[in-house]
């Protein structure tokens, strides 16, 4: 097959299909028929109740869980055994317990970049989230932020074209969640698309260009950031925003 | 991944060191618990050695488990003492021939204050029945050693069926000499054992030789090489060298002259061919 | 009152197990202190035999605890017991299946390896294998629960989260290696019968124990068992100190 091979760029994972996307555990179901297609670009922020399945969702859409029913279908998928073209940043970052800088490497080494660009690539990510002045400190001694700052960096440097987010501020203080914010912006600003769940309506006005608004399970609402906060179609959406949802 | 390649060549390093004893000359005697807990070897021995150059490498079990060991082609000698297990081992053509080396004898030992009043006469038999009727505590290796053997041997002599006759007060320890000494003198009991041992044997505590001197207690070593043909691996002739000297007038003198506290513990005895 | 009655017989030799005690104490001092050479020896042999078991336990039960720790397949729950289990073997056991093994009549007895350190090394790493591999599969699982989303979400196979879970919490493996080593230093079952005490040559710091309490040296035995424990003691003080240093550190 390889002289079939395509030259130049490989072809963009995006956009991201979901038909009919269906998760249950054991006899609980918690993602229920979601169809949706997310494209390159947009900063799309998942809301909702809690319980709804956002966080899920997110992991469905990452490949960390299998559908139940359904497809999850990207334009071009990865090959199995290639280098990860999406990344993920969780709500407690799991570092390794090795410096900051090792813990870029090592993600870049999994990835299967070449050793001798390993090091520039990883010191440009710490520069970009302010750590390249901590590099060398134990990754796991750092303050909250300042880890989930280095799972940024971490991610960054794999120069991903998706960054899936699960409430990466939910356990910060308000001013290191400012600086993680500021951090995912840039990203979007060169090049990744953002898929992000989140609790706080704050966070999700600041930064969504589109929200998805799921409950029980059901994608309810798709729709611009601002139009949604504005004018929620559905009675759950609106009532969520009145507050009267759990969440 | 470092780390792990440093463990890995530490252990290839170390293995080699271990197996640096291998490449040397030495033999292994299966033998008896009696002669190395005595000390008999670790004087004879390095005698031998700087003499030939050889090592030798004992393994002290008790009779029966000796033998075995050199059933299984394990041993190049065995030095041992129970004339009938010897015989049968001969006869099944696992050794060349048995020369005798030594003999001591087998004590009655017990409390210096005697309860059971065996102590003072010759007469093993007498004591043994004396000890089966009062039901006097008495220890017994239990291990088919030698000195178990020549234990079951004389309650036979004595008319007493020791399986029937059996109770609380025989203790069946299925132990080596030293260790069934130390739980007689802890448990006030009486105990047959060979003469080497109980003169070795530091914690005596307030016990003594009760009963000695019976020709019954008589107790005979011998020495064979472990059949060739029928073990392959039997360092044929390094063992033998060993045997040879054992039994020569310069190994038999060397026997004679280890002593403790003055006392000779084994009595050498190659030229007497009915022994 | 009624208590003394029990133990009439044990009144006498009271006092002198006191005394073998402090005599003990004063032999291990006389041992240590004179570096007298005999226990030198038996010392280093001890170590040398105790350390390579651990090496070899360790080349076979960390990969095979992290590979159980990160895989899910059939019978995984009958093995994990199945390993927790022989984390119990009975020294004796494994000396005789050891022996039987490498003698001259058995399978592997062309080898020539009965009575000789290398048959200790191999009845100790297969006691403390299934030790290592058991509580550092445990470990290992409990990290694994928490890594398993980041290691899957960066592409990581199971061999590499298995490698990367094992450097990671090596600090905790330490305790655990060491663990392996206190248990095989302090054995005496089964080296006794696959290396057959043989002065100088596989008798180590337990045989030799064995071997004085028999002769009824009960000084020199618990002298001799005094330097063991130092040994353990010390090994194991110096893991703790690493290790504490090292969890400040790396967090």
């Known amino acids: 097959m390889n002289y079939t091979q395509e030259l130049g760029p490989p072809r963009s994972l995006l956009p991201l299909e979901l038909e009919g996307v269906s998760f249950s555990a054991g006899a609980r179901l918690i993602i229920d028929d979601v169809s949706v297609r997310l494209d390159a670009g947009r900063r799309t922020v998942i809301v909702g109740p809690n319980g709804a399945g956002k966080s899920v969702l997110l992991r469905l859409c990452h490949g960390l869980l299998s559908p139940t029913h359904g497809t999850i279908r990207w334009n071009s998928p990865e090959a199995p055994g290639t280098a990860r073209r999406q990344a993920m940043v969780f709500q407690r970052p799991v570092l390794l317990r090795r410096s900051a800088l090792a813990n870029v490497l090592y993600a870049l080494q999994v990835a299967g970049v070449s050793r001798n660009h390993r090091q520039q690539r990883a010191r440009e990510a710490l520069l970009k989230v302010g750590l390249d002045g901590l590099r060398a400190h134990p990754a796991r001694v750092l303050s909250g932020g300042e880890q989930q700052r280095l799972a940024l960096a971490r991610a960054w440097a794999l120069r991903p074209e998706v960054l899936f987010l699960d409430e990466p501020t939910a356990s910060l203080d308000p001013g290191a969640a400012q600086e993680i914010e500021a951090i995912i912006a840039a990203m979007h600003g060169a090049g990744t698309k953002i898929l992000m769940v989140t609790h706080s309506l704050g966070q999700a006005r600041r930064m969504a260009d589109e929200i998805l608004f799921l409950h029980q399970g059901r994608l309810i609402e798709r729709a611009s950031a601002e139009r949604f906060f504005k004018h929620p179609r559905s009675l759950e959406a609106a009532q969520f925003l009145e507050g009267e949802l759990p969440w | ?275 | 009152m009624h208590y003394f009655s029990y133990i009439d017989v044990g009144v006498s030799s009271l006092p002198s197990a006191m005394s073998s005690l402090s005599q003990g104490g004063l032999e291990a001092l006389r041992l240590i202190a004179g570096a007298d050479p005999k226990l030198v020896q038996i010392v280093s042999l001890s170590l040398q035999v105790s350390l390579s078991a651990v090496a070899v336990a360790c080349l076979a039960g960390l990969p095979l605890g992290a590979a159980i720790a990160v895989s899910r397949f059939h019978g995984r729950r009958a093995l994990i017991v199945a390993l927790n289990a022989s984390m119990g073997l009975p020294p004796v056991v494994v000396g005789l299946l050891v022996y039987l093994m490498l003698s001259r009549a058995g399978p592997l007895g062309e080898l020539g390896l009965l009575f000789t350190p290398a048959a200790m090394v191999v009845a100790q790493a297969i006691l403390i294998t299934p030790i290592i591999a058991a509580l550092s599969r445990q470990v290992i699982e409990d990290a694994w629960m928490e890594y398993r989303e980041q290691l899957h979400s960066l592409g990581e196979t199971r061999l590499g989260a298995a490698v990367t879970l094992l450097w990671d919490l090596r600090f905790s493996l330490v305790t655990i290696v060491l663990a392996g080593f206190g248990r095989a230093a302090a054995e005496v079952g089964a080296v006794m019968i696959v290396g057959g005490n043989i002065d100088g040559v596989t008798r180590v710091m337990t045989t030799a124990i064995a071997l004085e309490t028999s002769k009824g040296d009960l000084p020199l035995a618990l002298g001799l068992g005094m330097v063991l424990l130092v040994i353990v003691f010390s090994l194991n003080a110096a893991a703790y100190l690493v290790n504490e240093t090292a969890q400040r550190r790396y967090g």
């Open chain 2, 1 to 275: 991944m470092v780390i792990a390649r440093h463990v890995f060549v530490a252990a290839l390093f170390t293995l080699a060191a271990l197996s640096t004893h291998a490449q040397e000359r030495f033999i292994t005697v299966a033998s008896t618990t009696s002669t190395e807990q005595s000390g008999l070897f670790a004087y004879l021995l390095p005698i031998y050695e700087r003499k030939t150059g050889i090592k030798v490498h004992v393994v002290a079990l008790g009779t029966g488990q000796a033998l075995d060991v050199a059933r299984r082609g394990d041993a190049d000698v065995v030095f041992v003492h129970a004339r009938a297990a010897e015989e049968t081992f001969l006869a099944e053509g696992h050794g060349v021939k048995r020369y005798p080396v030594m003999y001591n004898d087998f004590v009655l030992i017990g409390p210096k204050a005697d309860p059971a009043r065996v102590g003072g006469g010759k007469d093993i038999v007498a004591a043994l029945k004396r000890l089966e009727a009062a039901h006097a505590p008495f220890v017994s290796r239990g291990d088919r050693s030698g000195t178990h053997m020549a234990e079951l041997e004389l309650w036979k002599t004595a008319g007493i069926d020791i399986d029937k006759a059996r109770g609380p007060w025989y203790r069946d320890t299925g132990q080596g000499m030293g260790p069934a000494l130390n739980t007689a003198v802890s448990m006030n009991a009486y105990i047959l054992a060979d003469r080497g041992t109980w003169l070795a044997f530091k914690n005596q505590g307030d016990f003594t030789v009760l009963v000695e001197g019976d020709k019954r207690l008589f107790n005979q070593y011998g020495v064979m090489l472990v059949n060739p043909d029928r073990h392959p691996n039997v360092k044929k002739e390094l063992g033998q060298q060993f045997v040879d000297w054992v039994i020569s007038p310069e190994g038999q003198k060397a026997i004679a002259s280890y002593k403790i506290n003055g006392k000779q513990l084994f009595y050498p005895n190659a030229q007497d061919p009915a022994a």
